[in-house]
């Protein structure tokens, strides 16, 4: 019985698939989306070069530590909201860059007379890690403080080294322990 | 009676993607594809006549062409791959090792199962031999349709056809004999006129899709396409760090 649900997930799976193959409408071609630039990845990251100064910004203990010394619980409030929300979209944007910069590869991979399947492999182990490193500091960023994900990133930074050690090159290794601490 | 207008329908309109194809000419970008349907109203034409007049020779000849007919229509994914991936050639090595992949695995169950003691994988009937067949061919058009949607390959209209028509056919395939094997005597009218059914909604998508001609995508002339892998990736991943560090920097400082 079990073989039997098996193949009838295949089927649904397969049914799903080709109608999702008819439907999806096809992308750009390819020479107008070549001509917008080299790289969608690299003109966006042209465009919005501060992406750490941004999330240092938005992520900063120095302002909590400000508004913690006002003493005022609507202020503490008011200012949790807000970079609630500031916190959450500046995820969405780094995951859709994310996202822009894959779309760009695999456009441009797709011409590769030497594609190395391994290397394309190991990059997909990469986006995956950070959209999924995106979509959980996201989460936690809504359900608890803004500033909580540092320990997050941090448990994924150990385990991403970790996975670079064992997979060769494909996460190069971050200096954890340097992350600097503003609050012991 | 239902079954006989199920029969000539599908009849008629094989005949009429056939004719159609020839006179577009499509029939010389997709040989397989149509040389398939060749063989399947030559080959309904023949069953339907050993029915009538030689019954003896039915079982046999409708299972030798029940498997030429799979067999077949492997080959029509070969040709989805040639004429989707011919200007991709990422791609088409990146299906080719995923396809390498399924058949591979589908050998190494064939070879445990030989092991173990079966004729030919764990199959007692014909249906069972054709059921896992058709697993096989949905693994490799899943893999397929994985590839090229990755990729953003263009799907022009024919091709979006051929592969989706397939696509469900083999999926019904499989329910219909995963089914047949435990209901097949229940309900003998339901399990005869299912393949049919299936087999006529693929020529419907076929012969609606491969109608009206397509746009030919072509590349820009000038346009600038990195085609070197080892720059390729090295650059993305200089563009992921520079994001993870983004990310990094959010929670460090």
């Known amino acids: 019985m079990n073989l039997v649900i098996l193949l009838f997930v295949l089927a649904a799976v397969l049914m799903w698939a080709s109608l999702h193959f008819l439907r999806a409408k096809d992308r750009l071609p390819v020479g107008e989306k070549a001509e917008v630039g080299l790289s969608n990845g690299q003109a966006e990251l042209t465009a919005g070069g501060d992406l750490p100064f941004l999330g240092d910004a938005i992520f900063s203990e120095a302002d909590w530590d400000f508004i913690r010394g006002e003493h005022s619980p609507v202020l503490t409030e008011l200012f949790r909201e807000e970079r609630r929300g500031l916190a959450a979209r500046w995820l969405d944007k780094s995951a859709e860059r994310i996202r822009a910069i894959r779309e760009d590869h695999l456009r441009n991979s797709r011409y590769s007379q030497d594609l190395d399947v391994l290397a394309e492999l190991k990059l997909l182990a990469l986006f995956v890690y950070l959209i999924t490193l995106c979509r959980c500091m996201l989460l936690v960023v809504r359900v608890a403080e803004p500033t909580t994900p540092r320990a997050l990133a941090l448990h994924f930074e150990k385990m991403a080294n970790r996975l670079g050690r064992q997979q060769g090159a494909a996460l190069p290794p971050l200096p954890v322990e340097e992350l600097p601490r503003s609050r012991p | ?253």
């Open chain 2, 1 to 253: 009676m239902l079954t006989q207008i199920l029969w000539w329908s599908g009849n008629l309109l094989e005949v009429l993607l056939l004719l159609r194809g020839i006179q577009t000419k499509w029939a010389r970008r997709f040989p397989i594809f149509y040389s398939y349907h060749v063989f399947i109203l030559v080959e309904s034409l023949l069953i339907f006549g050993l029915y009538s007049w030689a019954q003896r020779l039915y079982p046999p000849v409708y299972w030798t062409c029940e498997f030429v007919g799979v067999l077949l229509g492997s080959l029509i994914l070969l040709e989805i791959y040639r004429v989707a991936l011919r200007q991709y050639p990422g791609t088409a090595r990146m299906a080719r090792n995923l396809l390498g992949f399924v058949f591979a695995m589908a050998l190494a169950k064939a070879l445990v199962g030989h092991s173990y003691g079966s004729l030919w994988w764990p199959a007692r009937t014909y249906e069972e031999v054709e059921r896992n067949l058709r697993v096989v061919q949905a693994f490799a058009i899943l893999a397929l349709v994985i590839v090229i949607i990755a990729y953003r390959i263009p799907r022009g209209r024919h091709l979006k056809g051929i592969l989706t028509g397939y696509g469900l056919f083999v999926a019904l395939s499989v329910m219909e004999l995963t089914l047949a094997k435990y209901f097949g005597h229940t309900f003998p009218w339901l399990f005869t006129n299912t393949p049919q059914i299936a087999y006529n909604l693929a020529l419907c998508i076929w012969t609606v899709a491969l109608w009206v001609p397509e746009r030919e995508e072509a590349i820009a002339a000038g346009s600038v396409v990195v085609r070197d892998h080892p720059t390729l990736v090295s650059r993305t991943r200089e563009e992921l760090e520079h994001v993870r560090l983004g990310l990094r920097g959010a929670t460090g400082r």
